[in-house]
């Protein structure tokens, strides 16, 4: 291996210890972060930043989610839901999904920026990840392939979308962080026939979920 790889792998732990005290324990998730190399997701010229514990832009006013918010999520996942199809919304850098593929789930990305969608297609290919793109508004789901086992959202939306709810399998759960702009509160929703049970964590702060069940699209 060489020096540069060896640092951005020494890097990589250093990141799983801070999940661990930020308080993330769950095993399956650590051996998934200490598995995909982060760093493959951010340009050459950004990858001093890439084992932060933070956001970053890709570019469209976008960020690659802070590795924590990531973490916190698929712990919420894999301790409901741990195994099946997973439906993610907004692909971003692809992280998120190569992270939820990592974890043994059979992985749907949806994205409504185009280049970003491609981009990230391109990368799944080249890394090895067979997860399945899509360009459009993620806030409608994935009528064809529905059920899912498992839905995340990645960015922060107003309200639950009631088509992603409708295309909850049975037991299966909604991973969504909902509120304004400023700030969302993580949302559990899991599907019990046709109750929904809820549970409230965290606030976050994530960029808006824009579409037709979420934030206007003409403002952003
Ligand atoms: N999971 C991503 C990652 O690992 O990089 C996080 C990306 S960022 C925090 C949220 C993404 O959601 C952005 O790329 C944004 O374009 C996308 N997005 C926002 N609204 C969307 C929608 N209605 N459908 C699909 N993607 C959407």
Same mark, same amino acid.
């Not at 949302?187 to 049970?197: S, W």
């Given at each position: 291996m060489k020096v540069?790889?060896?640092l951005l792998d020494l890097r990589r732990r250093e990141m799983v210890e801070t999940l661990k005290l930020y308080g993330i324990t769950n095993r399956r998730v650590l051996d998934a972060f200490l598995?995909?190399?982060?760093?493959?997701?951010f340009d050459d010229n950004a990858l001093d930043?890439?084992?932060?514990d933070g956001a970053y832009p890709i570019g469209h006013g976008q960020t690659i989610s802070q590795p924590y918010t990531?973490?916190?999520?698929m712990a919420l996942l894999v301790e409901r839901c741990p195994s099946g199809k997973v439906l993610e919304i907004g692909t971003g850098s692809g992280y998120q999904a190569a992270i939820l593929d990592t974890l043994g789930y059979s992985v749907f990305t949806i994205e409504r920026i185009l280049e970003?969608?491609? $981009?990230?297609?391109?990368? @799944?290919c080249r890394l090895g990840f067979s997860i399945t793109c899509r360009y459009g508004d993620g806030t409608l789901g994935w009528m064809d392939e529905a059920p899912f086992d498992g839905i995340v959202v990645t960015a922060g939306a107003p309200k639950e979308p009631s088509s992603l709810m409708s295309q909850l399998a049975e037991n299966g759960c909604m991973v969504i962080p909902i509120g304004d702009y400023a700030s969302q509160q993580m949302?559990?929703?899991? $599907?019990?026939?046709?109750? @929904?049970?809820r549970e409230l964590f965290q606030q976050f702060t994530f960029v808006p979920l824009v579409?037709?069940?979420?934030?206007d699209d003409t403002v952003f």
């Open positions: 540069a790889e060896k598995e995909v190399p982060r760093h493959l997701f930043c890439a084992y932060d990531v973490a916190f999520m970003l969608k491609e $981009r990230a297609e391109k990368l @799944f949302t559990v929703i899991q $599907r019990h026939g046709n109750d @929904f049970k579409g037709r069940e979420g934030w």
